[in-house]
């Protein structure tokens, strides 16, 4: 026991120096024979170490161990022996863990094992004996490795020893600053057993990424650590230190508020690392402390909300709770941070306190989803184009071409600027949406498709544009609604091949949005200090609501009828046209004009599931095809793209006769030649603002029409 304690005394001031001349300590037995016979010096403050000779021996007077002390660390040769005085095992320490050669033997004098230690580990060529003759022991003689690697770039590092090629013993994941993370058992390279999962404050979390694997590798939540795990997280936190600031973070908390919301777009633009920077400041802050607390659900709804894609509940939590919270936020980073899972342990919603579905944030990887069916995005499935619905090979090599120059126009930052291509840069968010959906309709989603990456760079963009309070999109930069509506159908198609919530959490604050901009007679005005609706605008929001829907948000079903009210009012009975507002508006993006509108209106009436075979719609229609069928040169982009998604959903002869006119046309005004190839000129009738962006994208859409989205069959 003396000499336990010693040690223990040793481990805690091994760096205090002595200061005293080494003395001899000794004990014995009960029966009057010799027990230890130790140097030890004492420090400063009076605490004596083990340093120097040490001698142990058995109760019946038989020398147990012999070797020396270094501070209280064992160090050199050791011997140990048998009650018999036989040889057990011999070799060298450093620092207290076992190096280089080690030999043992059994009680009887012959050998047992053999080979190296490193670092206190099996490591090389191991032979174990059954007997005397030497007869290696197959299961436990082989190649030992002692492994110790980080993982990612978070500074953690996993150690432990494999046999064979396969991980078995004990394996231990430690922070930078060397306290304990993740502690456990495999067996044969399966971990098996508890695996215990240690806070940065060195506190176990009941069920909280710790896990229990039985025999055939199922995980049950683990409620208690071992206390072999405890002990190794608690002599580990002499190492501990607290998160460093970070003065990104510091700024944004202390910006006035015409500078915060591009700080927070540059802090979001790096969510891991912002994510850890926002969860180590919640660690330091105190949720008893009014203002501190305040600081922490700032942090938690336009930092950490976005990143996880879905709000952290905070107010109505406990202190205890929200402490709880804290810790478990900052052990998330920690975890993600290591670029990859340890083999026991994984993201089980069910068994994590926080209120978010983790398996779908950007710590994971959420699946594609297939194909749609009924009007929704059926012609595609899982980011590829269906061949079975393409319009023909020209139309296919014209989209192709297109979608490459669309792609290769992507500015760093993920958007798409107008002003590029003699565009308006007050309509960046419009384009940068209609480009999107251009890519999206080709095939490309968040994770597949050729220009996967630029749709994940520019939906990345789009998100980050959204004001958190308002929702609005960039409604500085541009007061028209049609924008805004634009990136809620961008977001909506991103979302219905990759569900993660970050853009369910966008889509929810646009339609938030469009209900503050709502009229009381179910429209929606072009800008917002109109006070009368506008068809151009009311007809895009209710096609926008059929997609977002799709997409899975909650949609308020009154509106659909109330704008659809709204429209049939103005349906002139004389042309089946819609009849809009002439003038006065200084139209940026969005379309003018009788046509635009009765086409946009048609295409939501089938999208929102509403009867569309009447007198009044095929009256429509066939003056949707005089434009072409007197002059086709006179149809701009905006309605060869609302033209052609309305008619093929009526199909018949007038989808076939406009098919006709739109292949020859559109694909016919495309450049074929140098560094503009894939793109089309703007007319006049496509209007100055979009650019040769807007206008290229609008007819690549008109060319997705076969697939993009399949008829919509609605029963009487």
């Known amino acids: 026991m003396l000499i336990l304690l010693l040690m223990l005394f040793g481990l805690g001031f091994q760096a205090t120096p002595p200061t005293t001349a080494p003395e001899v300590v000794t004990e014995t037995w009960e029966n009057g024979k010799p027990k230890s016979s130790h140097e030890v010096v ?55 863990k076992r190096v280089g050669a080690w030999m043992r033997h059994d009680e009887k004098g012959w050998l047992c094992e053999e080979g190296k230690y490193v670092d206190g580990a099996r490591d090389g060529p191991w032979k174990f004996y059954v007997d005397s003759k030497k007869t290696l022991d197959p299961l436990r003689s082989g190649e030992y490795t002692h492994s110790r690697f980080p993982v990612g770039a978070s500074g953690v590092t996993w150690e432990g020893r494999s046999f064979n090629g396969l991980k078995t013993g004990t394996w231990i994941a430690r922070r930078a600053d060397g306290t304990t993370m993740f502690v456990g058992d495999y067996t044969e390279g399966s971990p098996r057993g508890p695996w215990s999962f240690f806070h940065a404050d060195g506190s176990f979390d009941p069920e909280f990424l710790s896990t229990l694997i039985d025999e055939k590798g199922a995980r049950l939540p683990l409620k208690e650590a071992p206390e072999a795990h405890k002990l190794l997280a608690s002599t580990s936190m002499q190492a501990a230190r607290a998160p460093l600031p970070d003065p990104r973070l510091d700024a944004w908390l202390a910006a006035a508020d015409s500078t915060r919301s591009e700080l927070r777009r540059a802090l979001l633009a790096a969510p891991l690392d912002t994510f850890g920077a926002a969860t180590a400041r919640l660690l330091v802050l105190d949720p008893a402390d009014e203002r501190q607390s305040a600081t922490a659900l700032r942090i938690l709804d336009e930092l950490i909300a976005p990143i996880l894609g879905a709000r952290v509940e905070w107010s109505s939590h406990s202190l205890e709770a929200r402490r709880k919270l804290c810790k478990r936020l900052y052990a998330l980073y920690e975890v993600a941070g290591t670029q990859e899972l340890p083999d026991p342990c994984a993201f089980d919603p069910a068994l994590h306190w926080i209120e978010v579905p983790l398996d779908e944030t950007p710590f994971a990887h959420p699946p594609d989803i297939g194909g749609f069916d009924e009007g929704r995005y059926g012609g595609r499935a899982g980011g590829s184009r269906n061949s079975q619905r393409s319009g023909s090979a020209d139309t296919e090599a014209a989209l192709d071409s297109a979608l490459t120059w669309i792609a290769a126009q992507q500015s760093a930052d993920g958007s798409w600027s107008p002003e590029q291509h003699a565009g308006d840069e007050r309509t960046r968010v419009g384009v940068t949406s209609q480009c999107l959906m251009a890519l999206i309709g080709g095939g490309s989603s968040l994770r597949a498709g050729a220009q996967s990456a630029q749709v994940r760079s520019g939906i990345g963009w789009l998100v980050l544009r959204q004001d958190p309070s308002s929702g609005f999109f960039d409604a500085g930069a541009a007061p028209e609604l049609y924008q805004h509506v634009l990136a809620l159908q961008a977001l909506s198609e991103a979302a219905l091949h990759t569900p993660v919530p970050v853009l369910r959490q966008a889509l929810d604050r646009g339609l938030h949005a469009l209900a503050k901009r709502r009229l009381e007679d179910g429209s929606w005005p072009h800008c917002e200090q109109d006070t009368l609706g506008d068809a151009i605008t009311t007809a895009h929001c209710l096609q926008a609501l059929a997609l977002v829907r799709q997409a899975g948000a909650e949609v308020d079903a009154a509106w659909i009828a109330a704008a659809s009210s709204w429209l049939a009012v103005r349906v002139d009975p004389g042309t089946g046209l819609v009849r809009t507002q002439k003038g006065g508006h200084g139209r940026q993006l969005a379309p003018d004009g009788e046509a635009v509108a009765s086409a946009m209106t048609l295409l939501a009436r089938y999208f929102n599931g509403q009867h569309a075979d009447s007198q009044t719609a095929k009256d429509a229609l066939v003056r949707l095809l005089g434009p072409v069928a007197a002059n086709p040169n006179d149809v701009g982009a905006e309605m060869w793209n609302w033209g052609s998604y309305a008619l093929y959903q009526a199909g018949g002869p007038a989808w076939t006769s406009w098919d006709k006119a739109m292949k020859l046309r559109v694909t016919a005004g495309q450049e074929r030649e140098g560094p503009l190839a894939g793109s089309w000129t703007p007319t006049p009738l496509d209007g100055a603002a979009g650019g040769r962006l807007y206008a290229t994208a609008l007819r690549a859409l008109c060319l997705e029409v076969y697939f993009r989205f399949l008829r919509v069959r609605i029963k009487s």
């Open 42 to 96: 004492r420090s400063a403050e009076g605490v004596a170490v083990l340093h120097g000779k040490c001698t142990t021996y058995h109760k019946n007077g038989q020398l147990e161990s012999e070797g020396e002390y270094a501070q209280g660390k064992r160090t050199g040769k050791w011997m140990f022996r048998w009650p018999n005085g036989k040889k057990q095992e011999y070799g060298s320490f450093e620092q207290d």
